[in-house]
């Protein structure tokens, strides 16, 4: 067995030596060998194993995750709004993950892509013939000084973790007056309009329960812009005029006091302004990263940390029988369910025709959505492709907020979430999109 010491010391470079020493002290029992291996079961690696079980049967396919639970992370703004339960997000991993796969309930610590193999917290190596990567984006609350003891503390809150989420409606409805503040930070992050729905739903709230007059709404981004698709944003900056929202840009959370109450934004632009800002509620959407068990190993990822795959064929850039998929890839494109289900059938057929010895020929476009819920009953779908022009499924104005958008966030795509994406029959909304357009779309 590999000691966890002995894990934590597997950098890039000496993870080879170190594998071998430990294959030596290893028994029978701590390997197993499959035709793929899917690392990750959330919704790219579920949707995978889904796909390719079916297709090459029982026992050729292994899924590595450790979680007990599958959660659907869009619900996550609804719940932290009130309107769904956490309960409503989450399903058993074990009634997700699909019949035909083996399900290896363990962490993986480390990647050995010379020697095709993974390496997991239980010291078990796992022999594969072609390896998908769907380890999604790694939440770093730990990254902001005092936030992690401010979480415990009334008004500060969450919705990107199953711990944190039901602190916000409790937020919303202890609220008195003063200060509610909501945060996007300086990295990369998996739904990049999660943190200002959240707002736009308290607002609503506020409004309803006759405490909008005792609120100041702020939203503080690090980003230089509301949104990044301006047709999307044209109409975002509508709604927070409107509603007597505060924005300002490129401001980036870096500390919370939770004795004081107060939260410490730094000016991106002049790094040396800081300001020190009193709030009743403070939601934050932490920074992110790559994981860190990716990361360590620079033989698959870029400068970024994220895995290298090529944007179109997902196919990874240096290890051909390596793909990957949704958020912990490098694919230039908003980190979404969307994205993932716009890329499942691309690495359907590429991954195919890798296994019948032919080079993938499907591409990927780029396809993300973004449902941009604007309150308790509005929606402005975002859709758009990896070049940032919209990619629209429906022929009327998705920038406009609507009613019809906002119950198809919450009440169908769920359904096409759990039953169809995960069961591998959803592949995004291309061909709805092409009968929509009468054929006259991408
Ligand atoms: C608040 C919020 C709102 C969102 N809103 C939307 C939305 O409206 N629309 C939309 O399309 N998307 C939305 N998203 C984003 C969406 O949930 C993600 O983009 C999507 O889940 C990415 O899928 P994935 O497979 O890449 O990663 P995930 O679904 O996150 O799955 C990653 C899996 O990897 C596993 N894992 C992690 N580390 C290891 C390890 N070392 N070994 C083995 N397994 C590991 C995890 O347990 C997890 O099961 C939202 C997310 C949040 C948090």
Known sequence: MISQRGVRLLTAHGLRESLQKAALSTTCANHKSYKLVVVGGGAGGCATAAKFSSKLGKGQVAVIDPANMHYYQPMWTLVGGGMKTLEDSGKPMSEVLPRKADWIKQKVVGF????????????????????????????????????????????????YSPIFVKRTFKSLKNFKEGNALFTFPNTPIKCAGAPQKIMYISEE????????????????????????????????????????????????????????????????????????????MLHVTPPMSSPDVLRKCSALVDGTGYLKVNKETLQHESFPNIFGIGDCTNIPTSKTAAAVAGQIGV????????????????????????????????????????????????????????RSMFHMKKDIMPHMYWMGMLNGYWEGPKYVRKAMHLGFSK
């Not at 301006?230 to 005029?241: G, S």
């Not at 505060?246 to 934004?265: C, G, M, Q, W, Y």
Request: glycine share 6%.
């Open 112 to 159: 050995d892509p010379h020697n095709n193999k993974v390496i997991t917290n239980e010291g078990q190596e796992i022999n594969y013939e072609y390896l998908v990567v769907a380890l999604g984006i790694q939440v770093n609350y730990d990254q902001i000084k005092g936030l992690t003891d401010a979480l415990e503390t009334p008004g500060v809150c969450s919705n």
């Open 347 to 402: 690495l359907r057929k590429n991954l195919s025709m890798v296994m019948e010895g032919k080079t993938p020929d499907s591409a990927y476009d780029g396809y993300t959505s973004c449902p941009l819920v604007t309150g308790y009953s509005t929606c402005i779908l975002a859709e758009f492709d990896m070049n940032g022009n919209p990619l629209e499924t429906f022929p009327v104005n998705q920038a406009k907020e609507r």
């Open 205 to 280: 709230y506020f409004r309803k329960h006759g405490k909008r007059d005792k609120a100041n709404i702020v939203y503080y981004t690090s980003l230089p812009v509301l949104f990044g698709i301006k047709k999307y944003a044209d109409a975002l900056w509508e709604v927070v005029k409107e509603r007597n929202i505060t924005v300002n840009l490129r401001h980036n959370l870096i500390e919370v006091k939770p004795d004081s109450k107060e939260a410490v934004f730094q000016n991106l632009d002049k790094p040396e302004e800081l300001s020190n800002v009193k709030y009743e």
